[in-house]
């Protein structure tokens, strides 16, 4: 059986299901899920994330971090944390940027919240050398400091879009028909979520909501306001959720949502605003919303990249240049991705980030 074979089944038994739950199906069904069967970055996957582009981007997250452990007295032992970790090629990229900061390998405990049997092999050999443990969900991390970066994380958890109808909204739905997927329309009625949207919206305009993200986010808060620490989320976005974001990526090339369940990726992007009220709701603080490539150059990744060029030539400094230019300028990862720093009450910012 195939995924398509699945949904449409139980679609014919439970009617239309939200984006949201369309999503999950397709990247989390426990057999037949994208995430679940492979590993989909590189290459030879269906997208590139920016530690796979560069070492640089790893480098500048793992110190911006560490000062922030230092800026708050060098708390030991305390979690070394990272969201949906890919290959492990992050995580791997910030332990060897912070060999060289005394006691900090020490105090780290590496903990991944991964669900994906796949890739936890594939990271378990990336980091056999730092002993990490995964968990299933945030709310299994510990008591205790908590230093945490999330990169391109938030944007792969299910959505459910609504559209304005007058001061209603008619939630779009996933249905089908004589066997194949389509996009269809609820019922039109009020719904409380979205109250205070019928001010900047018009008929016709579609919202996205992403009701999974604030548990999430409403933990690491808590956390870090209770035992201190800090979080880096990295993911494209912007503030301020407004019109349909929802795509798909196959074999690095965008494909529509319904063609082909659980051989893409789907994402959409991240609103920070309802991010923002979740960590303020904790006691915690957040910094802007930097564009990526202003906050990796305040970090001083041009150095870095220049450092780095000294001992190469050819083909190697073109590669170089090119991941430079990809991961900072406006237009390609510069300004699409953003950046927004957690941080307790008493404690500065994560270096590159203003509050």
Same mark, same amino acid.
């Not at 997208?47 to 971090?65: D, H, K, R, W």
């Not at 074999?251 to 990726?265: F, I, S, V």
């Given at each position: 059986m195939t995924l398509t074979d699945h949904l449409v089944a139980r679609i014919r038994q439970d009617g239309p299901m939200s984006v949201a739950d369309y999503m999950a199906e397709c990247l989390l069904h426990p057999t037949l899920g994208y995430y679940t069967t492979r590993d989909p970055l590189g290459s030879k996957g269906d997208f590139t994330t920016a530690p796979e582009i560069s070492q640089m981007f790893g480098e500048l997250v793992g110190l911006s971090l560490a000062q922030c452990w230092m800026d708050q007295g060098k708390p030991a032992p305390f979690t070394l944390c990272e969201l949906g970790p890919g290959r492990g090629t992050l995580m791997a990229d910030i332990l060897r940027a912070t060999r060289g900061v005394p006691g900090f390998h020490d105090a780290a405990r590496v903990t991944l919240v991964e669900v994906s049997p796949a890739l936890k092999q594939v990271q378990a050999e990336t980091l056999k050398d730092y002993a990490p443990t995964w968990i299933d969900s945030v709310s299994d991390l510990p008591d205790q400091p908590l230093f945490l970066v999330a990169n391109e994380f938030f944007d792969a958890l299910p959505i459910r879009q609504f559209l304005r109808d007058g001061d209603g909204w008619s939630e779009r739905l996933v249905g089908e028909r004589d066997g194949a997927l389509l996009f269809g329309r609820g019922p039109i009625g009020p719904q409380a979520a979205l109250k205070d949207r019928l001010a900047d919206t018009i008929?016709?305009?579609?919202?996205? %909501?992403?009701?999974?993200?604030?548990?999430?986010?409403?933990?690491?808060?808590?956390?870090?306001?209770?035992?201190? &620490?800090?979080? %880096?989320?990295? +993911?494209?976005?912007?503030?301020?959720?407004?019109? +349909?974001?929802?795509q798909a990526l196959q074999n690095h090339e965008r494909t529509e949502p319904l063609a082909a369940p659980g051989q893409a990726d789907l994402t959409a992007h991240v609103d920070f605003e309802p991010l923002a009220e979740?960590?303020?709701?904790?006691?915690?603080?957040?910094?802007?919303?930097?564009?990526? &490539?202003? !906050?990796?150059?305040?970090? &001083?990744?041009?150095?870095?990249?220049?450092? $780095?060029?000294?001992?190469?030539?050819?083909?190697?400094?073109?590669? $170089?240049?090119?991941?430079?230019?990809?991961?900072?300028?406006?237009?390609?990862?510069?300004?699409? !991705?953003?950046?927004?720093? $957690? !941080?307790?009450?008493?404690?500065?910012?994560?270096?590159?980030?203003?509050?």
């Amino acid at each position: 059986m195939t995924l398509t074979d699945h949904l449409v089944a139980r679609i014919r038994q439970d009617g239309p299901m939200s984006v949201a739950d369309y999503m999950a199906e397709c990247l989390l069904h426990p057999t037949l899920g994208y995430y679940t069967t492979r590993d989909p970055l590189g290459s030879k996957g269906d997208f590139t994330t920016a530690p796979e582009i560069s070492q640089m981007f790893g480098e500048l997250v793992g110190l911006s971090l560490a000062q922030c452990w230092m800026d708050q007295g060098k708390p030991a032992p305390f979690t070394l944390c990272e969201l949906g970790p890919g290959r492990g090629t992050l995580m791997a990229d910030i332990l060897r940027a912070t060999r060289g900061v005394p006691g900090f390998h020490d105090a780290a405990r590496v903990t991944l919240v991964e669900v994906s049997p796949a890739l936890k092999q594939v990271q378990a050999e990336t980091l056999k050398d730092y002993a990490p443990t995964w968990i299933d969900s945030v709310s299994d991390l510990p008591d205790q400091p908590l230093f945490l970066v999330a990169n391109e994380f938030f944007d792969a958890l299910p959505i459910r879009q609504f559209l304005r109808d007058g001061d209603g909204w008619s939630e779009r739905l996933v249905g089908e028909r004589d066997g194949a997927l389509l996009f269809g329309r609820g019922p039109i009625g009020p719904q409380a979520a979205l109250k205070d949207r019928l001010a900047d919206t018009i008929d016709g305009d579609l919202i996205e %909501l992403c009701a999974a993200a604030i548990p999430i986010l409403t933990v690491i808060a808590g956390r870090i306001a209770s035992h201190g &620490g800090a979080a %880096l989320i990295v +993911d494209y976005g912007d503030w301020h959720s407004l019109g +349909d974001t929802l795509q798909a990526l196959q074999n690095h090339e965008r494909t529509e949502p319904l063609a082909a369940p659980g051989q893409a990726d789907l994402t959409a992007h991240v609103d920070f605003e309802p991010l923002a009220e979740a960590t303020r709701a904790c006691g915690c603080r957040h910094t802007r919303v930097t564009p990526q &490539g202003v !906050f990796l150059e305040r970090l &001083g990744i041009t150095a870095r990249a220049q450092a $780095l060029s000294k001992a190469l030539s050819g083909s190697e400094l073109d590669v $170089l240049i090119a991941a430079h230019r990809r991961l900072t300028h406006p237009d390609e990862m510069g300004n699409l !991705f953003k950046v927004m720093g $957690l !941080f307790p009450a008493y404690a500065a910012p994560p270096p590159g980030l203003e509050p």
